[in-house]
């Protein structure tokens, strides 16, 4: 059985999955994995004014996630690594880098853009409905990728969750995350997670929510570096969506990036 490897898990810490890290360690290892990463949804300040605040943990709860993780490790024979996926805001920058990089030891971050910044508010990308809201998201997202602070884009198309249709704007903004992701050596990911999901019908067919057949066409047409998660948020999917990933790719002809945490 060829073993893969996954970073993008989640644990019941963020309230919309199920199990602990452990359960997924053990599927993993059932199921053939050389590495597994976990990336629950990030923490932020209290004084943070998350419209997300109830699917992820509290900052009190990090140094149970960190002793969860430490518990899978020693029960299985694959390296395994404490990550978070985050959501980039400009304002709180020395939270990535001093407070889950430096304090709680994350040894590598996700960036995975659920929201975008606008008036003040945080809106989900299922509200990103004109051009100028996908242009906000779009410049947002690849000012958090030059951040420096983050080792891949997690679902890099999940703007055309809302999108839906493929337009001259949605493809200028496909265009420049992957010229961003190649320029910057940033790894960005096909999601196994979205092909578990209800398809859409759309006016060139029936599409996936995400990954988005358009954008990844384009990718794989460029240089970017690709990588495939399962974005595990059952301990059935560990393994399972990553491979739903590897499928995905294969239409495309991509070749996938081995990826590892830069420590």
């Not at 976990?38 to 419209?51: A, E, G, L, T, V």
């Not at 960036?111 to 809106?123: A, L, R, T």
């Amino acid at each position: 059985m060829k073993k893969l490897s996954n970073f993008h898990t989640h644990t019941y810490l963020c309230g919309h999955a199920e199990g602990k890290p452990i359960d997924y360690a053990l599927q993993a290892q059932k199921e053939g994995c050389k590495a597994l990463g976990f990336s629950d949804h990030c923490p932020f300040p209290k004084d943070f004014p998350d419209p997300w605040d109830n699917v992820r943990m509290d900052v009190d709860q990090v140094p149970l996630y960190l002793s969860m993780i430490e518990e899978a490790k020693k029960a299985v024979d694959f390296p395994i690594y404490t990550g978070f996926e985050c959501e980039w805001d400009p304002a709180y920058k020395s939270w990535y880098k001093d407070e889950l990089r430096g304090k709680f030891g994350a040894q590598y971050l996700a960036m995975g853009q659920h929201w975008f910044m606008k008036d003040g508010c945080h809106p989900g990308t299922q509200v990103i409905l004109t051009d100028e809201d996908l242009n906000k998201y779009c410049d947002q997202v690849i000012d958090g990728m030059k951040s420096g602070l983050f080792d891949f884009l997690a679902h890099p198309d999940l703007f055309m969750y809302s999108m839906c249709e493929w337009t001259k704007n949605t493809e200028a903004v496909s265009k420049a995350i992957i010229d961003a992701a190649v320029s910057l050596n940033m790894p960005i990911e096909i999601n196994g997670y979205g092909l578990a999901k209800k398809t859409q019908r759309t006016s060139r067919g029936i599409r996936q929510i995400y990954p988005y057949v358009e954008f990844w066409e384009l990718a794989a047409d460029s240089k970017a570096k690709i990588i495939c998660n399962s974005d595990a948020h059952f301990p059935d999917d560990v393994i399972f969506n990553a491979w739903r990933a590897r499928d995905f790719a294969g239409r495309f002809g991509i070749d996938i990036f081995e990826f590892l945490p830069r420590i």
